[in-house]
């Protein structure tokens, strides 16, 4: 059983005229265009004296882009009036949704830093427009767990090597190793190989055994973990790619099988609507046929003045 209504009631035709409007690329373009300009409008308010001067155009233009947003949504809500629960199964939907409505809160209203942060948040809506950065982000969040595990392992290494430098250059070197703390932060700056040149110099006068160090610390650090977290990454994103592509592939399938299965609907209206018109023109042509005056024999062959539709009208007769 699915969620779906019949396409021949009102909510089917007004989900239909809806999702013509939404999944148009001129309807997703304008959109995009409406969430740049919001961005642009909150960048305009940082200038104080900008946001001093026209700060009632300012805010028309904000007011206008969120009459928008909500046309918007309620555009996208009636392209799922025939099956309401398929809205709540898409992630964006339920992210746009939150927004807009945030912004009609009157406790988020009222407090303004929350509100600039909610209206921060429309800008990442970019990505539903753009397969491209929606992708990456999908990368991303699928790359948080191995991410999880490399900063684990940074840490790990960072660690041993800080206790290592504490023990070797805390008193010829406490500006950068004479603590734990220290000694780690150092060491974290050096992953960049940023100012490793320096270290390297500086340990030397200490003794030449520390070049072992930090190009142990440089190689493992800066070369092996960096491409450890580039192939965590890269393989999030591959299977990122593969998502997108396979979502792509059911909805263009189940748009084919709503087409399909809209079509044999509208097929049976208009088979419905042939049946009740067939049966208006029987009870017609029945009402106007005059009453025989008393029982007579039927003729063995068809009746040559019921004229060369007889035949067939009398079993469309006898078959109702």
């Known amino acids: 059983m699915t969620d779906t209504m019949p396409?021949?009631?009102?909510?089917?035709?007004?989900?239909?005229?809806?999702?013509?409007?939404?999944?148009?690329?001129?309807?997703?373009?304008?959109?995009?265009?409406?969430?740049?300009?919001?961005?642009?409008?909150?960048?305009?308010?940082?200038?104080?004296?900008?946001a001093t001067s026209q700060g009632r155009i300012l805010q028309l233009a904000e007011n206008g882009c969120l009459v928008l947003f909500t046309l918007e949504m309620v555009l996208r809500l009636g392209s799922y009036a025939d099956r309401p629960k398929a809205f709540f199964r898409d992630p964006w939907n339920i992210f746009d949704l939150?927004?807009?409505?945030?912004?009609?809160?009157?406790?988020?209203?009222?407090?303004?830093?929350?509100?600039?942060?909610?209206?921060?948040?429309?800008?990442?809506?970019?990505?539903?427009?753009?397969?491209?950065?929606r992708i990456l982000l999908l990368a991303v969040g699928r790359s948080l767990p191995g991410t999880a595990s490399f900063l684990f392992v940074g840490a790990l290494v960072v660690y041993v090597y800080a206790m290592v430098g504490w023990v070797c250059f805390a008193h010829s070197d406490p500006q950068h190793y004479g603590s734990i703390g220290r000694a780690a932060l150092t060491l974290f700056l050096l992953t960049t190989l940023d100012g490793l040149t320096d270290a390297v110099r500086a340990g030397l006068e200490i003794s030449r055994f520390s070049i072992v160090y930090y190009a142990s610390y440089a190689l493992l650090a800066s070369f092996v973990l960096v491409n450890v977290l580039i192939g965590v990454v890269l393989n999030s994103l591959d299977e990122a790619r593969e998502m997108e592509e396979a979502d792509a592939r059911a909805r263009e399938r189940a748009g084919r099988d709503m087409d399909a299965a809209d079509e044999v609907r509208e097929r049976i209206v208009a088979a419905r609507l042939a049946l009740d018109d067939l049966e208006a023109s029987l009870d017609l042509a029945r009402s106007a046929r005059p009453a025989a005056p008393g029982p007579r024999e039927e003729p063995d062959g068809p009746d040559p003045a019921d004229g060369p539709d007889a035949a067939p009208r009398r079993q469309l007769e006898s078959a109702v």
Do not use: D, K, Q, W
């Open 7 to 50: 396409a021949g009631t009102g909510r089917g035709r007004l989900a239909g005229h809806c999702r013509g409007i939404t999944e148009a690329p001129s309807f997703g373009m304008g959109v995009f265009v409406v969430i740049l300009i919001n961005a642009g409008l909150m960048g305009a308010e940082t200038y104080s004296g900008l």
């Open 98 to 133: 939150l927004i807009v409505t945030s912004a009609f809160l009157p406790f988020l209203r009222s407090n303004t830093t929350v509100l600039r942060l909610l209206r921060l948040a429309r800008v990442l809506r970019t990505a539903r427009f753009l397969p491209h950065l």
